[in-house]
T-cell receptor, first 121, second 107 residues
Framework: EVQLVESGGGLVQPGGSLRLSCAAS????????MDWVRQAPGKGLEWVAR??????????EYAASVKGRFTISRDDSKNSLHLQVNSLKTEDTAVYYC????????????WGQGTTITVSS | DIQMTQSPSTLSAFVGDRVTITCRAS??????LAWYQQKPGKAPKLLIY???SLESGVPSRFSGSGSGTEFTLTISSLQPDDYATYYC?????????FGGGTKVELK
């Protein structure tokens, strides 16, 4: 079964840091681009970051709202995706989803269940 | 950035109704548009990719159309399981952007 499972969320003070993880199974992780997408409470979806695959040199893209504060990375040997989130702001409070990007289809075709970051003092 | 505008933001409909949701892009995105369904407390689920291709396992009552800047998602006969929020997303250029969502409610 194709599956993504996120972990690492929690309650953190403004200015704090966390490292989110996404464990992939059931597919050849190294072949795929991977995304992080977030959803603030009661709000819509916001794309956060992308990691391309090895063939594309693991290059990355970020939303302007997180660039310089968040870092996406991956470990293909462990089928895992990470998001290091630093200098957290209250507006970063959200459910964070990892998603597999199917380049041929141009869509996120597999999503995890999400992990929640709450930024509050 | 490409802005994605969905309409309506809320839609009330009966079971069996034909439902159409519109998504407009601020510039051409060719056919690089996906539609997702999201239920409360759950992750988004892919319905349509490349504007009009039905994802495997998705009921045929869902269909997508459009290209360039105007896109539609149609549910031909609304079922109880379809009450949810629907989002479009463009995959043409960075940053990837979503529409604001359309909540389909029971009338």
């Amino acid at each position: 079964e194709v599956q993504l499972v996120e972990s690492g969320g929690g309650l953190v003070q403004p200015g704090g840091s966390l490292r989110l993880s996404c464990a992939a199974s059931g597919f050849t992780f190294s072949d795929y681009y991977m995304d992080w997408v977030r959803q603030a409470p009661g709000k819509g979806l916001e794309w956060v970051a992308r990691s391309r695959n090895k063939v594309n040199s693991y290059t990355t893209e970020y939303a302007a709202s997180v660039k310089g504060r968040f870092t996406i990375s991956r470990d293909d040997s462990k089928n895992s995706l990470h998001l290091q989130v630093n200098s957290l702001k209250t507006e970063d409070t959200a459910v964070y989803y990892c998603a597999r990007y199917n380049a041929a289809a141009g869509s996120g075709d597999v999503w995890g269940q999400g992990t929640t970051i709450t930024v509050s003092s | 950035d490409i802005q994605m505008t969905q309409s309506p933001s809320t839609l009330s409909a009966f079971v069996g109704d034909r439902v159409t949701i519109t998504c407009r892009a601020s510039q051409s995105i060719s056919s690089w548009l996906a539609w997702y369904q999201q239920k409360p407390g759950k992750a988004p689920k892919l319905l349509i990719y490349k504007a009009s291709s039905l994802e495997s396992g998705v009921p045929s009552r869902f269909s997508g159309s459009g290209s360039g800047t105007e896109f539609t998602l149609t549910i031909s006969s609304l079922q109880p399981d379809d009450y949810a929020t629907y989002y479009c997303q463009q995959h043409n250029s960075y940053p990837l952007t979503f529409g604001g969502g359309t909540k389909v409610e029971l009338k």
